[in-house]
C-alpha cells in the first residue's frame, strides 16, 4: 500500500488499497455470521439459477413476464456475489483489504445492479398493466421486440451512467484514514474519504436517485393505480381474484425492494451509528435476492407447474 504525503500533520492522500473494517467489532460472532451468509448466498444462487433454468427449459414460461425475471434473476445473482464473497472471505481473515481497482468495481456493480433493477420493476409493473388494462392487444404491444428493448435500454443506460458516476467519484482526492467502516465498497463511505468540495457529485447523485430509483418507482404506483381501478370493475369476484393474482408476486417484490429503501431513508441520522448502517446495508444486500425467486415459486402456479412437468419429465426420460 502506498501514500503520498501532502504537508506534515496533515492526512494522507489515498493511492493504493482500502481497509474494510465490516463487522470487526463482532468478534467470535464473525464465524456465527460467516455461516449464516454462506447458507443465505447458496440458497440465493440456487434459487435464482431455479428460475432461470426453468425458464429457458419450459416454453409455457416464455413470456414477457418470465422474460423480465429472468433478467432479474441474473442481477441479484451478479448483486450477492459482487459483495458476499468477499465478505465472507473477510469474516474469517485478520487481513480485510480491498485495492482501489477492486474498490472501484464492485461499486461500479453494486450502483449497475440498483439502477437497473428499479428500471426492471418499473417494465414488469408495465407488463401487468398491458395484461389487464389491455389483454386484448397483449400479444402486440408486449412482443418480443418490445421487451427486449426494455430490458436491453435498461441495461444499457444504467451501466453508462453508473460506469461514469463511479469514474467521476474516483477521481477526486481521497485522503485521510484508508480504514473504511463498511464491509464493503459503497457510495456513502468512499464519499466520506473525498478531500475536496462535494456538492456537485452529491447534486449530480440527487438526480440519478430520482431518474432511475423514484422515476420507476413512481410508475409502478401508476401502473398499479389503473390496474387497481379496472380490476374493481370486472363484474365476478373469481376474475377480480385471478387477475390480483398474476399482480401479487410482482407487487410483493417491489414492495420488499422499495419498502426496505424507505426503511433505510427513515432511519434518523442523529440516530444513525456505524453498527446500525452495516447491518441495514447488509439485510439490503442479502434479503431481497434471496426471497424474490421464492415469492415468485412459491405464489405462482405457472412456475410451480413448470417445475413439476421438469421433475416428471426427468424421471421418465432416467426411467
Known sequence: MTYSERNPGENQTISGSFILVGFSYLHQLQILLFLLLLVIYLLTLMGNLVVILLTMLNSTLHTPMYFFLVNLSFLDIIFTTSVVPQLLVHLLVEEKTISLEGC??????????????????????????????????????????????????????????????????????????HHMHHFFCDIAPVMKMVCTDTTNIRIVGFILTGLFIMSPFLLIILSYVYIISTILKLPSAEGKRKA?????????????????????????????????????????????????????????????????????????AHS
Not at 428500471?119 to 421487451?147: E, F, K, N, Q, W
Open 104 to 177: 472501484m468495481a464492485q461499486m461500479y456493480i453494486y450502483t449497475i445492479m440498483g439502477f437497473t433493477e428499479c428500471c426492471l420493476l418499473a417494465a414488469m409493473s408495465y407488463d401487468r398493466y398491458v395484461a389487464i388494462c389491455h389483454p386484448l392487444h397483449y400479444t402486440t404491444i408486449m412482443s418480443g421486440r418490445v421487451c427486449a428493448q426494455l430490458a436491453g435500454a435498461s441495461w444499457i443506460i444504467c451501466i453508462s451512467v453508473a460506469v461514469a458516476h463511479t469514474k467521476w467519484l474516483f477521481s477526486l482526492p481521497l485522503c485521510g484514514s
Open 244 to 316: 390480483f393474482s398474476t399482480c401479487s408476486s410482482h407487487l410483493m417484490v417491489v414492495t420488499l425492494f422499495y419498502g426496505m429503501a424507505l426503511f433505510t431513508e427513515l432511519v434518523p441520522k442523529s440516530e444513525s451509528t456505524i453498527e446500525r448502517d452495516q447491518m441495514i446495508s447488509l439485510m439490503n444486500t442479502i434479503v431481497a435476492p434471496v426471497l424474490n425467486p421464492i415469492i415468485y415459486t412459491l405464489r405462482n402456479k405457472e412456475v410451480k407447474g413448470a417445475w413439476r412437468k421438469t421433475i416428471v419429465r426427468r424421471i421418465f
